[in-house]
């Protein structure tokens, strides 16, 4: 455990900050997981204590591990009371702009003056997030991948006034957590999801203009290119609404057409078939 960050709170108990937060306390950090929603808050530490038992069956964890890392996780609802003496907060929230500059904004205000301030986006500008708030070199990117406890990269993106050595120490952070941290700079989309967002939307128009059927498809991307799942699938387990939303961030930063969402992929998205999480996507589940 690195001792600079050894108090850290988590926004968001859902998919991506329940995740984090496991990762967190296994490694033996104090995590405060905060959900305004106290269903989703039990939910979340619920998720945390199946996958912990998934770690115990496959022999990575035993009993005493589990029960360690659930006592380091403290569940609350209240964001000051969560981040008031916390040195590290890692927002988990929906990829949603204006939701995510609410956020900062109140972290600055309720966050010790030396907090680093942590945003797992996935597309959306660290520059931006940070220039909400008074402290903008204290500000960094921390993109985890889902499952975060299973996934090993974490994309560590510096904003235009994040200092070297902000970068440097959650680059060290990422290692202790035993992640593979890759600095990329703050442009959309950064590494990952400029180039694995306009493969899923080629996919999708593939099959919007009728060239090859789902299955297809994903069938030639898993045999022909080694994938170890098709970009229909996968685009179903990352979130069709997520896709979409990342697909925007990309067009609106970049002016490009080939990053506009394909039309099939906006009216999946609108008749609220978001993919895996409500059970109809590509597939069915």
Known sequence: MIQKFAK????????MGNGIAHVFAQAGYQVN???????NLAKGLSTIEKNLDRQIKKGILD????TATMARIHGLTGLAEGVGDRNLVVEAATENIDLKLSIFRSLDELAPAGCILATNTSSISITRIAAATRRSSHVVGMHFFNPVPV??????ISGYDTTPELAADIVALATDLGKVPTAVKDYPGFISNRILMPMINEAIYALYEGIAGVEEID??????MAHPMGPLRLADFIGLDTCQAILEVLYEGFGNPKYAPCPLLKQMVAAGHYGEKTKKGFYTY
């Open 8 to 15: 850290v709170a988590v926004i968001g108990a859902g998919t």
């Open 33 to 39: 997981l905060i959900e305004k929603n106290e269903g």
């Open 63 to 66: 009993e005493a591990g589990k």
């Open 151 to 156: 996934m090993k990269l974490v994309e560590i």
């Open 219 to 224: 069938t030639v991307m898993k045999l022909g």
